[in-house]
Each structure stands twice: as structure tokens, then as C-alpha cells.
């Protein structure tokens, strides 16, 4: 796993922005002082996660209004899907988010 620091400042209190990692769009959310990462897209129907918004410990697409987990990444009940989760730290000197290499890049470097 790669760490890379995110070079945008964020704000202060509840949040749900994009930010970037690795060159990846990464939805970053704050809901109730907890730092989350997640995939940018809805894999429903494409919407942009960070468009979104936190209800009860879930973000909400703001295109169809699917939801999903902070914690497991998984769908609401009978959605049958899920949004990848990323690692999140603060660290003293910033933000980071943690991806996974992909696997041809292990291979071919």
C-alpha cells in the first residue's frame, strides 16, 4: 500500500469533498469527526459521491440518493453493491490516503 498526502486544505467541521490521490479522484468525508475515504463514483449509475452528503453514518449519492456505509463501504439493503474504502490518516504534518498498487504495476513496475 502507498500513502500519499493530500495537498488541499480542508475545512473545518462536517464535510464531503474531492479530493485527489495517486492521480485517483477519492471522495474525502468528515461525519462526525471521523476522517473516511471512499471511490468517487457511484457505482450505481456514475453520480459524483463527493456531491453528496452524510445521513446517519451513511454517504448519500446526490443522483439517485443510493446510500452507503462509511465503515464497510457496503449498500443499503436490497441495493446489492458497494463503494471502495480507503484508509485515512492524520498525520502531523497532513492528510493521507492509502491505495493499494495495482497488480500489473507490481509486475511490470
Known sequence: MKWHKIDKPLPDGEFVMQVSAGGRKICLIRHQEQLFATQNTCPHAGGTLSGGWC???HLICPVHRWEYNLQTGRG???Q???VHIYPVEQRTDGVYIGLREGFLKRLFG
Do not use: C, L, T, V
Open 55 to 57: 445521513k446517519n453514518g
Open 76 to 78: 443499503a439493503s436490497g
Open 80 to 82: 446489492g453493491d458497494y
